[in-house]
């Protein structure tokens, strides 16, 4: 322990002042005070490499910065931690004063206090480092990097990772969740490709988690999030990237039988792995309307496989043979930033036609009814096709519980702007998504109790919903190398 003696007086616990569960709640006066101690005890603790922040400048604005607004909040002070010493001195001083914390990657989840905190913000940014190693095919990527920055630096050697597929999601909290990406159906989750990763445990040693070091730390890990611990560097496998085909295309409200149609031929005779779309369909201004991503892995796609989708009228067309980068980029992601927003989801096995006028449905009536809320309402609903296959490229992770057969998140995402309509918004959040799974139930292709997955799920899912039958080992584990549940100080699923 290299702690200096300032913070071992730091005996009283800022969190006992924090009535209830969670600690979204507004901090009083006396709490920030003490929080506000805690921030000079890292700061005089801490080495050069890392700065705590206090509000009033530009590093503390994008420490709290979320890409959803309402996952913004008011943190005492940040600190941005600049080795992985520090970060365990910080967990140390956050465990022992029992401090409300946060740990932010890219800030993208969209629950209020997953990553954000009225206690101490901790940003990951100088955790930056892309390291390309040729002779394992592994790049060490640092855990406050987003994966456009990724995708970037391995552009030059002709590799890329398993990672996002739109422009500015962080690689953390994508990969500590699971990690849809476009090349899933050829190599799997994210989290299937993680060889190692770089973790600060809750008692503030550093260690390398790899699937013989420790089986049960990298299980945890894989769908885990920040139960077991802060992670400052994932190890993953690379695979070569070439130019690919696709972008996106945007579709006006005539054309939605043939987008439906288009979008079920897709879903269910697609077999070539190197193809993937998103059809979202989302409602604005009093319209629905489609944002189509297309994509293959490749610089031309073999004939037929989009040839529905390209033929239809459209209002907007970005398709072309492009680098990933660009094609990651082409996505509208960023036009709904800096709004309230909140994200939960349904797992399906098939897209059928049926399925598909549901959610069509869902999206219209639910964005007529939210507009009485709040007239400055966005709603989109993701139709994300797999191949079924999608789960065999990886072994047991905490996060899907169950590999033997494929499941499709379908994500309901909300953008609204005032605070008052919040609980309106949730709620119909959950109705929309019961409406959904009771669709796919009847229709007989699911039970309801798949799993969902935990980055599109709203704040309140209980974990058995995400992690079904693997709970009990995630809270064994979490148990051994958290008893004191330092990482509880944070929010999100909790084991
Ligand atoms: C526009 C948009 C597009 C998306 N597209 C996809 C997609 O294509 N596929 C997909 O699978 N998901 C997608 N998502 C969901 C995304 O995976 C989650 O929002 C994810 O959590 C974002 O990671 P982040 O690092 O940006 O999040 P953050 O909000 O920073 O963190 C999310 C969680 O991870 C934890 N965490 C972050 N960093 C660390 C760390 N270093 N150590 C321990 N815990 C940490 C946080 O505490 C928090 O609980 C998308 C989300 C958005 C908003
Ligand atoms: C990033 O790489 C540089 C150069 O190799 C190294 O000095 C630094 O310690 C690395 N930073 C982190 C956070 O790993
Ligand atoms: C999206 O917004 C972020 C944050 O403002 C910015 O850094 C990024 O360049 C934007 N991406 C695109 C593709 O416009
Ligand atoms: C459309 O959705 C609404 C809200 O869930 C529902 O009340 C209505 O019955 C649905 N209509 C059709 C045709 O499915
Ligand atoms: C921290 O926890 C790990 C795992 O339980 C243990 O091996 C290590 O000895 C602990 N370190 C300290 C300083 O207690």
């Not at 390209?310 to 980029?329: E, H």
Request: proline share 5%; with cysteine.
């Amino acid at each position: 322990m290299v702690l200096s003696t300032t913070f071992a007086f730091a005996v009283l616990s800022v969190s006992s002042f924090l009535c209830g569960q969670g600690f979204s709640q507004s901090t009083n006066t006396l709490q920030r005070r003490s929080i506000g101690t805690v921030c000079q005890t890292i700061k005089s603790s801490i080495s050069g490499a890392s700065t705590v922040y206090f509000p009033g400048g530009l590093h503390y604005d994008n420490d709290v910065y979320h890409w959803a607004s309402s996952s913004i909040e008011d943190s005492v002070c940040s600190v941005e931690p600049g080795i992985t010493q520090d970060v365990g001195i910080i967990l140390q001083i956050l465990g022992s004063t029992r401090t409300p914390f946060a740990v932010r990657g890219g800030g993208h989840s969209t629950n209020k206090g997953f990553s954000s905190t009225p206690g101490v913000q901790i940003a990951m940014y100088r955790f930056s480092n892309v390291t390309y190693n040729k002779n394992t095919g592994t790049a060490d990527v640092g855990s406050g990097l987003i994966w456009d920055e990724v995708y970037s630096a391995l552009e030059p050697f002709g590799v890329s990772v398993i990672g996002g597929r739109v422009t500015g999601v962080g690689v953390a909290g994508f990969t500590l969740g699971g990690g849809y990406s476009w090349k899933t159906n050829q190599f799997g989750l994210t989290v299937d490709t993680v060889q190692a990763y770089e973790l600060v445990l809750p008692n503030g040693t550093v260690t390398s988690v790899t699937a013989t070091s420790n089986p049960d730390l990298f299980f945890g890990l894989r769908g885990g999030f920040n139960n077991f611990g802060m992670v400052t560097k994932f190890t993953f496998k690379t695979f070569p990237q070439g130019q690919v085909w696709g972008g996106l295309i945007t579709f006006t409200k005539g054309v939605l039988p043939q987008v439906n149609d288009a979008t079920n031929k897709f879903a269910t005779t697609n077999k070539d792995p190197k193809a993937a779309i998103i059809t979202t369909y989302n409602f604005l201004l009093g319209e629905p309307g489609v944002s189509q991503l297309l994509f293959y892995d490749g610089p031309n796609p073999p004939p037929g496989i989009f040839d529905d989708f390209l033929a239809i009228p459209f209002l907007t067309k970005d398709v072309s043979t492009r680098s990933y980068l660009s094609l990651v980029q082409s996505s509208p992601s960023n036009a709904t930033a800096n709004t309230r927003g909140a994200f939960h989801t349904v797992s399906l096995t098939s897209y059928s036609l049926n399925m598909i006028n549901v959610i069509l449905n869902e999206t219209i009536t639910r964005g007529i009814d939210l507009s009485t809320f709040d007239s400055g309402i966005f709603i989109s609903y993701d139709v994300e096709p797999f191949l079924p296959s999608l789960f065999s490229h990886g072994t047991a992770s905490a996060y899907p519980p169950d590999r033997s057969r494929g499941l499709l998140p379908q994500n309901i995402y909300y953008a609204w702007t005032v605070e008052s309509a919040d609980q309106d918004v949730q709620n119909t959040l959950r109705a929309s998504a019961n409406v959904i799974r009771q669709a796919a139930i009847a229709e007989g292709q699911v039970t309801g109790n798949e799993a969902i997955y935990g980055n599109y799920a709203l704040f309140d899912t209980p974990i058995s919903s995400i992690y079904g039958a693997n709970v009990p080992r995630l809270q064994a584990i979490k148990k051994q190398y958290d008893p004191t549940n330092v990482m509880g100080l944070a929010g999100g699923f909790k084991f």
